[in-house]
């Protein structure tokens, strides 16, 4: 089963700010999509595990071609406190917004 509204949502262990910060910081994309990147948003929707894990990644809103695999790699070694529903762990499928930023590798 999973859960699209529970009493305690699930969040990033390291916080939401700390999560957008730490994504600018470290998910390089190829120069060819970081020229297009003016703050945009990307959303993305997965499933948080009952370990914390993050899981079904589905994209709901790419304004940039080909961004997402970038920032789902990413968010594939995130771990989230996952869940509470009558005090018991589960999963719960959640949304994210991402704001794309201009980090490059050429």
Do not use: C, W
Request: glycine fraction near 4%; avoid cysteine.
């Amino acid at each position: 089963i999973v859960f699209s509204a529970v009493e305690i949502n699930p969040v990033p262990v390291m916080g939401h700010p700390q999560l957008q910060q730490d994504m600018d910081d470290n998910v390089q994309l190829p120069l060819e999509i970081a020229s297009q990147a003016d703050n945009n948003r990307l959303v993305l929707e997965f499933i948080v595990e009952i370990d914390g894990s993050l899981t079904n990644f589905k994209i709901l809103k790419e304004p940039i071609p080909n961004v997402a695999p970038y920032y789902i790699k990413y968010l594939k070694h995130i771990k989230f406190k996952p869940g509470v529903q009558n005090g018991k762990t589960v999963r719960v499928a959640y949304s994210m917004f991402i704001k794309i930023k201009k980090n490059a590798v050429e």
